[in-house]
């Protein structure tokens, strides 16, 4: 059974839903959530957030707040997850922001940095990812670990040993 079908099982026995923004992954996760037959049962939608501009006009991370952290940055994955869940009105929202290469690494934030944000309203989660390999490489390990993330999370909230 893969990934996302025991999360999309998650999801639906527990009447949960999920909203994802991805920035560095460029779609790669709600590709993958989409995969799985039923998937709309628990899943209200994604946007790719891009550019700066998109992450702030419809995700709400303030632009001050990308100019003063980085658009690659545990606190802009946190706004965006919390953005899109909000957006979407769902139980879980799902964010991803990285620089995936080959150019665009800076001292502060390499090629291969990546964020993984969750949030379900009350708490929220950031991990760092430090990948390696071609941009196509990275983008589809982000998109990987970060459905990994989510899974740990579910596990935890529902103590399931799924």
Request: charged content about 25%; hydrophobic content about 30%.
């Amino acid at each position: 059974m893969t990934l996302e079908k025991i999360i999309g099982d998650l999801l639906r026995k527990k009447g949960w839903t999920l909203a994802i923004a991805e920035s560095c992954t460029g779609g790669l996760i709600c590709d993958r959530i989409t995969d799985v037959p039923g998937s709309s049962d628990y899943f209200e939608g994604g946007m790719v957030n891009y550019s700066n501009e998109s992450k702030a006009r419809h995700l709400g991370v303030p632009m001050n707040e990308i100019k003063r952290y980085g658009a690659v940055s545990s606190h802009v994955a946190r706004k965006m997850a919390q953005g899109v869940r909000k957006s979407f009105h769902t139980t879980f929202g799902l964010s991803s922001t990285g620089v995936a290469g080959p150019t665009g690494g800076t001292e502060r934030s390499p090629v291969g940095r990546v964020f993984v944000g969750l949030t379900n309203g009350k708490s929220t989660w950031v991990k760092r990812l430090d990948l390696k390999g071609s941009r196509r490489e990275i983008k589809k390990q982000a998109a990987e670990r970060s459905l990994e993330f989510l899974h740990e999370r579910l596990i935890k909230k529902t103590g399931s040993n799924t």
